[in-house]
């Protein structure tokens, strides 16, 4: 069976610091993506960067970047400069290529910005 | 629309009753995907819709949860005989394609309070 667990429930961090939100995975496929998705007070689950297995570098998307370790099966989130707007829920998923796109999500991290 | 539209935004129903829940997926969007979100829990699949296929209904946690798409646009998801334990968001999300998971637009959910 494919997991996602995020073991850290909540986080803080000052604003304009920097933090990091671990995800760990388990699966036996080799084709699949990873997400992070925010969701804010509003419910609505905003994508913020996405990762293909295949693909050995990790992805950036301006404050928000990826360390995708394979091997190890870990993907964790790093915020550069936090802002207040970046306090919401974070998701970390997975889904395997062609398999209808249904997503596995991790429990959530709950990140306060502190100003 | 310009996105994906859910309703209600929030429901209350006493135990036992039946619900609907409704989807407008963003024009063209061929696939449609339902998730729930119990308190402080991750996203759950339930089921999703790929044009004119069988749905997926792999997720579903009981035979008094159903979903239907009718003419490949508009869904409802019906919960017959609601439980307490049925009390949850409901997200649907909606995507141009299955084949790259994750590539979707969510709605921002129904808050459904069964008492």
């Known amino acids: 069976a494919q997991t996602v667990t995020q073991s850290q429930p909540e986080m803080s961090v000052q604003e304009a610091e920097t933090v990091t939100l671990s995800c760990t995975y388990d699966?036996?496929?080799?084709?699949?993506?990873l997400f992070w998705y925010k969701q804010p007070p509003s419910r609505q689950m905003i994508l913020v960067i996405r990762?293909?297995?295949?693909?050995?570098q990790n992805a950036t998307e301006n404050r928000f970047s990826v360390n995708f370790q394979k091997a190890a099966k870990s993907f964790s989130l790093k915020i550069s400069d936090s802002q207040l707007g970046d306090t919401a829920m974070y998701f970390c998923a997975f889904g395997v290529y062609n398999q209808g796109g249904k997503l596995i999500f991790g429990q959530g991290t709950e990140l306060s910005v502190k100003p | 629309g310009a996105g994906v539209s859910q309703s209600p935004s929030n429901k209350v129903t006493e135990k036992g009753k039946d619900v609907e829940l409704r989807c407008d997926p963003i024009s063209g969007h061929t696939a449609l995907y339902w998730y729930r979100q119990s308190l402080g829990q991750g996203l759950e699949f339930l089921i999703y819709f790929q044009g004119n296929s069988a749905p997926d209904k792999s997720g579903l946690p009981s035979d008094r949860f159903s979903a239907e798409r009718t003419g490949g646009s508009v869904s409802t998801l019906t919960i017959q005989r609601t439980q307490q334990e049925d009390s949850a968001v409901y997200l649907c999300?909606?995507?141009?394609?299955?084949?790259?998971?994750?590539?979707?637009?969510f709605g921002s959910g129904t808050r459904l309070t069964v008492v």
């Open positions: 699966t036996s496929e080799n084709n699949y993506y």
């Open positions: 990762q293909e297995a295949y693909k050995q």
């Open positions: 999300a909606s995507s141009a394609t299955t084949l790259s998971p994750g590539g979707y637009t």
